[in-house]
């Protein structure tokens, strides 16, 4: 199996401030990788597919980049509605798999 | 606009079967896979496995073998089984449509495996 790892697990910030997570894969994943956003009681909801793909939607401040095994969702301008847990995903085999998690709490 | 609609027991006891069903509307059952991910309380996700509509799957191996994922072309709905549960199987079981990546999402169902 692909092992995804996030840093940080968690992350306090202020509106306003720019925060970025990082996803390392345990082996090359090429540009399969997608970021989700958790808020508690729902759903996961995608973010970003293949790396950089913005879903319809979803505000410009949120951007990924990265390729091979290392990568990165950054968010500029952080709005309160933006505090939830953001997961990565590999999709270049299966088994799929998530990245822990990172929690962007309120400062 | 396409809408997974989660139905299925949320109680079970140890050993028990696991069975949920993901009924699916306005949507093309040829045009998606159809996955089922989980998360136990306060954890992250886990993929279970995924579908499509010639029936071909995919397991995770760390469940393959007590899982399988059905598919009812005709009612539009996907299905669940896990048996032998364990309050490890504690968690919340999403469906969710995609391979790639999961665009779309049910709301979850939580199975509480208890004695």
């Known amino acids: 199996d692909i092992q995804m790892t996030q840093s940080p697990s968690s992350l306090s910030a202020s509106v306003g401030d720019r925060v970025i997570i990082t996803c390392r894969a345990s082996?090359?994943?090429?540009?399969?990788l997608n970021w989700y956003q958790q808020k508690p009681g729902q759903a996961p909801k995608l973010l970003i597919n293949?790396?950089?793909s913005l879903q319809s939607g979803v505000p410009s401040r949120f951007r990924g980049g990265g390729s091979v095994t290392d990568f990165t969702l950054t968010i500029s301008n952080l709005q309160p509605e933006d505090f939830a847990t953001y997961y990565c995903?590999?999709?270049?085999?299966?088994?799929?798999?998530f990245g822990q998690g990172t929690k962007v709490e309120i400062k | 606009q396409v809408h997974l609609e989660q139905l299925g027991a949320g109680l079970l006891k140890p050993s028990e079967t696991l069975s949920l069903t993901c009924a699916v509307s306005n949507a093309s059952f040829s045009d998606h896979y159809w996955s089922w991910i989980r998360q136990p309380p306060g954890k992250g996700l886990e993929w279970i496995g995924e579908i499509n509509h010639r029936r071909t799957t995919y397991y995770n191996p760390s469940l393959k073998s007590r899982v399988t994922i059905s598919i009812d072309t005709s009612r539009s709905q996907f299905s669940l089984e896990l048996n032998s549960v364990t309050a490890a199987d504690t968690a919340v079981y999403y469906c969710a449509a995609g391979t790639i990546y999961f665009d779309l999402w049910g709301r979850g169902t939580l199975v509480i495996v208890s004695s």
């Open positions: 995903q590999q999709s270049y085999s299966f088994p799929r798999t």
């Open positions: 082996q090359s994943i090429s540009a399969y």
């Open positions: 293949a790396v950089s």
